[in-house]
C-alpha cells in the first residue's frame, strides 16, 4: 500500500539559510499533519490543512510556514534556521470520515542539521 | 505541562511473555487514543486506536485497555516478539471537525529477549 512520501530525507543547512521539505499524502487522505521530534523528545505538532486550508496551528515558529496545494502534497518553509530548528520533521496524512476519528500516518521524516 | 505521560521510560520483557505499556493523560477532553510503534530513524508506525466510548480494543497481538475515569491506558502485547522492540509512543487527540493533532507521551522503549 502507498504511504506518505517526504522528501528530502536528510537535509544540511547552514544557519540563517532556509529550507523547504515536502510532503506527498497517501492518496485520497485530505489533511496532513507537521510535527518536529528534536532529540530525545517526542513529536511536537507544528501544523495541519484540511482541503488545502489550515486546520490547526502548535509551537510552529513565525520563521515557519507551510501550505497545501491543490494535489494535497504540502510543503513546509522553514526561514532564518537556526542551530535549534535541527531535528526530525515528520509529515502524516489521514482521511477525516462520518466519526471523525481518522488515524495519521506517518512519513518516514526528514532529518534537518543546521551547522 | 504534559498532558500526555507515559512513566515508564523502558522496558525489558522475554519473547513469548507479555509486555504492558502504559499511559496517563490529564487532559479530560481527549476523546481518541492512539498507539505507535518507532524505529530509530524511521517514522512511528500506527498499531491500534481506541476511542473513548469503548474501554478495550483488540487486533491480533495488540490489545489496548482504557480507564477514562482513571485517565489511563494501557497496550498489551501477546506474545510478545524480538521484532517487537522499538520505541513505543501513547498519542490523544480530540475528536472534531478537521485536523485533530495528537498529542504524544514521552515513549516507552521495549526490548523484548530472545
Known amino acids: 500500500a502507498a504511504g506518505v512520501i517526504q522528501s528530502p530525507r536528510h537535509l544540511i543547512k547552514e544557519k540563517r539559510e532556509t529550507a523547504t521539505l515536502k510532503c506527498y499524502p497517501i492518496?485520497?487522505?485530505?489533511?496532513v499533519y507537521w510535527y518536529q521530534q528534536g532529540p530525545g523528545q517526542d513529536p511536537q505538532f507544528l501544523i495541519s490543512?484540511?482541503?488545502?486550508?489550515?486546520?490547526d496551528k502548535g509551537s510552529i515558529p513565525d520563521r515557519f510556514s507551510a501550505q497545501q496545494f491543490s494535489d494535497y502534497h504540502s510543503e513546509l518553509n522553514m526561514s532564518s534556521l537556526e542551530l535549534g530548528d535541527s531535528a526530525l520533521y515528520f509529515c502524516?496524512?489521514?482521511?477525516?470520515?462520518?466519526?471523525?476519528?481518522?488515524?495519521?500516518?506517518f512519513g518516514p521524516g526528514t532529518r534537518l542539521l543546521v551547522l | 505541562d504534559q498532558q500526555v505521560k507515559q512513566n515508564s521510560p523502558s522496558l525489558s520483557v522475554q519473547e513469548g511473555r507479555i509486555s504492558i505499556l502504559n499511559c496517563d493523560y490529564t487532559?479530560?477532553?481527549?476523546?481518541?487514543f492512539l498507539w505507535y510503534k518507532k524505529y530509530p530513524a524511521e517514522g512511528p508506525t500506527f498499531l491500534i486506536s481506541?476511542?473513548?466510548?469503548?474501554d478495550k480494543n483488540e487486533d491480533g497481538r495488540f490489545t489496548v485497555f482504557l480507564n477514562k475515569s482513571a485517565k489511563h491506558l494501557s497496550l498489551h502485547i501477546v506474545p510478545s516478539q524480538p521484532g517487537d522492540s522499538a520505541v513505543y509512543f501513547c498519542?490523544?487527540?480530540?475528536?472534531?471537525?478537521?485536523?485533530?493533532?495528537?498529542?504524544f507521551g514521552g515513549g516507552t522503549r521495549v526490548l523484548v529477549k530472545p
Open positions: 487532559n479530560s477532553m481527549f476523546d481518541y
Open positions: 502524516a496524512s489521514s482521511l477525516l470520515g462520518e466519526t471523525s476519528q481518522e488515524t495519521q500516518y
Open positions: 492518496p485520497r487522505h485530505d489533511t
Open positions: 490543512f484540511y482541503e488545502k486550508m489550515q486546520s
Open positions: 481506541i476511542s473513548s466510548i469503548k
Open positions: 498519542a490523544a487527540s480530540r475528536i472534531k471537525a478537521a485536523g485533530n493533532k495528537l498529542t
